[in-house]
């Protein structure tokens, strides 16, 4: 055999084993998106984790996808980079006179890398590891370990100039995604299916974000909360009732630290009774209870297990500090939810002058900095209403002001139990 022939065939195997090393990059990393969102039964990865090296990929995910993501693009860089001289010695086999242009070389070479790199590179190994994430882990997970000792200290390197490069741009490191979340994921939910519209695409970055919130981001302050009350006559209460417009109520004896259970306005409506005789007591339903800090992915689950709409939520002593609702959870994900009843007001709304806005007091803490851009360090109230209660320590009058992480705070509406609205001044700047 020639030498042009060894020269060609150790070219073509160097591209071969890049393309090979970044498919088992690929299978790992779509394995451990479907082992992180619950695309593999636990008892399964009860017995990947008993091997050490998996146990360590899946529980170390922020240095694993950094890791994938570097190795990816070496490898990426590296099949691009020999396969110009594999399709130069290609046509080098035939004679000198075959050789076609440079510039014809360098585009052959990139329509071969993309078409075979796009390939086998990507979409073999992708469906290899959603049609079975566990034993793709297991036939690939030793390459990742591999690139994580080899690549190493170029991904320190890179680290430290990351740092500097995002503290110019004036970005939080610590902010950065974690490569197996959102963009990783989207990619793969998206593969051999149509595009994510926008709406769809919105719930999805709505439904990931929701990780991060607990119940105390989305309850009702217990002031905000109308209740039927056990002292008061029949009548008294449903003419509360209909004033608000809900269709639940707890059931209390005067407040909610005795709430006995939800009322449900349709339980009322279906009393075949005389109405004198009407007993809220026989047709309250059972209340579920959440801590603050509950996950608000834990609590949907277990109200619609529990097919619950409404829940109370508890502080660390066991008082009841508000309620949150089925509904305040779907906001969350699909955003504002309205119905006939609910005022059209925007709970943010941008005035006439600069850097001015009215804000409603039931807008949630979360929206808030979202919207202005700003950071809250107040972690024991959820909405805009209670921030301004709290930090006054009463409820304020109308006209009073006063500033907080630095907006300028003038009250326009209130009443005897919350803040119905206020101004705000805030530059962004």
């Not at 594999?86 to 086999?93: H, I, K, M, P, T």
Request: glycine letters at 6%.
């Amino acid at each position: 055999m020639s030498a042009a022939w060894i020269d060609f065939l150790v070219s073509l195997s160097a591209v071969a084993l890049m393309l090979v090393l970044h498919a088992f990059l690929v299978m790992c990393e779509i394995s451990l998106v479907k082992f992180r969102y619950g695309g593999v039964s636990g008892q399964s990865l009860e017995h990947l984790k008993r091997r050490r090296g998996i146990a360590r990929l899946i529980q170390n995910s922020d240095q694993t996808g950094r890791t994938v993501r570097f190795s990816k693009t070496l490898c990426t860089v590296a099949v691009g980079l020999l396969l110009m001289p594999v399709v130069s010695d290609f046509f080098g086999l035939f004679g000198s006179a075959h050789v076609p242009d440079r510039w014809l070389v360098v585009l052959l070479s990139f329509a071969c890398a993309t078409s075979v790199h796009f390939l086998f590179a990507e979409i073999f190994p992708r469906g290899l590891a959603m049609r079975d994430p566990v034993k793709a882990i297991q036939g690939s997970y030793r390459v990742l370990w591999v690139f994580q000792i080899l690549t190493l200290p170029g991904m320190l390197f890179f680290r430290s100039l990351k740092r500097v490069l995002f503290r110019r741009l004036g970005v939080d490191v610590e902010d950065e995604l974690n490569p197996l979340d959102l963009d990783v994921q989207i990619r793969a939910m998206g593969e051999d299916s149509h595009a994510l519209s926008p709406v769809v695409r919105k719930i999805v970055n709505r439904t990931l974000q929701m990780q991060e919130l607990v119940v105390q981001d989305v309850l009702l302050p217990r002031s905000q909360v109308v209740i039927c009350d056990l002292e008061e006559d029949l009548e008294a209460n449903l003419k509360v009732m209909k004033q608000a417009g809900h269709t639940r109520f707890p059931l209390c004896r005067g407040n909610l630290d005795d709430c006995v259970g939800i009322l449900h306005i349709k339980d009322m409506f279906r009393w075949s009774g005389a109405a004198e005789d009407l007993d809220p007591m026989k047709l309250k339903r059972n209340v579920a209870m959440f801590d603050l800090e509950t996950p608000l992915e834990e609590a949907l689950e277990r109200m619609l297990r529990a097919k619950f709409h409404m829940a109370l939520a508890v502080d660390e002593f066991g008082g009841i500090v508000g309620v949150v609702t089925f509904e305040s959870i779907l906001e969350e994900l699909v955003g504002e939810i309205q119905d006939e009843f609910d005022s059209e007001e925007e709970q943010i709304r941008a005035l006439r002058a600069p850097d001015t806005y009215r804000i409603s007091g039931l807008t949630p803490i979360h929206d808030l900095e979202e919207s202005l851009g700003l950071e809250i360090e107040n972690e024991e109230v959820s909405t805009f209403g209670g921030l301004i209660t709290g930090e006054l320590g009463r409820i304020p009058a109308r006209g009073d002001t006063l500033s907080i992480a630095g907006m300028q705070i003038m009250i326009d509406e209130v009443d005897e139990r919350r803040v119905i609205a206020a101004r705000v001044v805030y530059s962004r700047a």
